[in-house]
């Protein structure tokens, strides 16, 4: 059973830096697409970053230069690094993971797999 799990959310002042940390057990994350979502109250689930499995990224634009995604695959984690935090970055922030992608590596319907949240509030 494919199980992730999230950690690191917290608050933070505009400006700093949070990363966040998805454990996942049930499959070999190396052979998975990863990738990080979040959502406000009222809006759908906005792809944040995504990694393939041959490690290649992909960003929103919206956070492009700030978020960097990896993964360890000796520890089974995926990371998502995020620096020069905004308040517009406040969300609950979900990791993903699917066995296959056909198309956009941001779409949320793309993910089969899905941890419960982590939240992440950035205000002064």
């Known amino acids: 059973q494919v199980r992730l799990v999230e950690f690191g959310g917290g608050s933070v002042q505009p400006g700093k830096s949070l990363t966040l940390s998805c454990e996942t057990a049930?499959?070999?994350?190396?052979?998975?697409?990863m990738a990080w979502f979040r959502q406000t109250s009222g809006k759908g689930r906005e792809g944040v970053a995504a990694?393939?499995?041959?490690?290649?990224?992909s960003y929103a634009n919206s956070v492009r230069g700030r978020f960097v995604i990896n993964r360890d695959n000796g520890k089974n984690k995926v990371y998502l690094m995020m620096e020069k935090l905004k308040p517009e970055d406040t969300a609950m922030y979900y990791c993903?993971?699917?066995?296959?992608?056909?198309?956009?590596?941001?779409?949320?319907?793309?993910?089969?797999?899905w941890g419960q949240g982590t939240q992440v509030t950035v205000s002064s």
């Open positions: 993903a993971a699917a066995a296959s992608i056909d198309g956009n590596k941001l779409d949320n319907s793309q993910y089969t797999y």
């Open positions: 049930g499959y070999a994350p190396s052979r998975f697409y």
């Open positions: 990694i393939d499995t041959e490690d290649w990224e």
